[in-house]
């Protein structure tokens, strides 16, 4: 299958162990020739998800090895998210490896304003590190996914003019300005903590403690303490999701919000950022 070649480069990219690769692929693979000709995979659901997990117990698989293919089609999901196959979270694996949970609408899933303000007040604590501030500040006011932020190169940032060269899908770059705040948090990081580490000759903006660029699991496992921290979920593309929602509703036109988002078409765009959020939808039934 084609779409797993591609996600087994995608996990090499993420510098997965031969093992896991393996492994996951194995789970995938699983997972996809169940499903077969049911569904596209533009068109999956939590529900697919669930009824996959219910038809391993009714198999009398181990709880264990359930528990081992509920992490691999995780990996999967994000693999999704990131190509924008899907456009939001399907597997979660705090809910999934003890039972199963009541699916969800179809909307994409975003911050809400009192969200985003948790998120930055949590930042500007002294304790959070000025390189933890600057990823999420990266995410949130560029939209940019997280295979992107971490092949950031220190050549594609032009700080004076407030401009970021994206690598996106297809090898193809896209500009992206940097507002005031992202400015700070880059300049902030690459005067101290970055040019304080081991591996400031890195080509690389994101460095971590034991090694020249960071990777996908960096990232995640920042988000995911801060989301605890804060009592909320937190992965990339809710980031990416609410950066673009935002500009959508103050006005900006769908064919800026396209280029800004690296979309192969403004189709993309529209069927991700001009659908109506659950919220809208209760507030207009509270009109009647």
């Not at 969800?104 to 304003?113: P, Q, V």
């Not at 460095?207 to 979920?233: C, F, M, W, Y």
């Amino acid at each position: 299958m084609e779409i797993l070649r591609e996600y087994q480069n995608w996990l090499k990219e993420d510098a997965k162990t031969d093992k896991t690769i393996e492994n996951y692929r194995t789970d995938v693979k699983g997972f996809l020739e169940w499903i077969g000709s049911k569904v596209d995979l533009e068109q999956l659901r939590r529900a697919d998800f669930r009824n996959y997990f219910h038809h391993l117990r009714e198999r009398a698989f181990a709880v264990s090895t359930i528990n081992k293919k509920v992490n691999s089609l995780r990996s999967f999901n994000d693999y999704l998210l990131e190509e924008e196959i899907i456009s939001k979270k399907l597997v979660y694996p705090e809910k999934d490896r003890i039972k199963i949970a009541k699916g969800s609408n179809s909307n994409i899933e975003i911050f809400s304003a009192d969200e985003v303000e948790r998120i930055l007040s949590y930042l500007d604590r002294e304790e959070i590190s000025q390189r933890d501030r600057m990823i999420v500040h990266l995410l949130l006011y560029t939209g940019i996914r997280v295979g992107e932020l971490v092949e950031i190169r220190l050549k594609h940032l032009d700080l004076l003019v407030g401009e970021l060269k994206v690598v996106g899908k297809g090898s193809k770059y896209r500009e992206i300005p940097l507002n005031q705040k992202v400015r700070k948090s880059i300049r902030s990081y690459l005067q101290e903590e970055r040019n304080n580490s081991k591996y400031k000759e890195s080509d690389y903006l994101i460095l971590t403690q034991r090694s020249p660029k960071a990777h996908r699991d960096t990232i995640n496992n920042l988000l995911n303490k801060i989301g605890d921290e804060v009592d909320l979920k937190v992965y990339p593309h809710k980031f990416r999701h609410t950066c673009f929602t935002i500009l959508i509703r103050k006005g900006v036109d769908i064919a800026t919000v396209s280029e800004l988002a690296g979309h192969s078409s403004i189709e993309t765009t529209h069927r991700y950022y001009l659908s109506t959020s659950k919220e809208e939808k209760a507030k207009a039934v509270e009109l009647l």
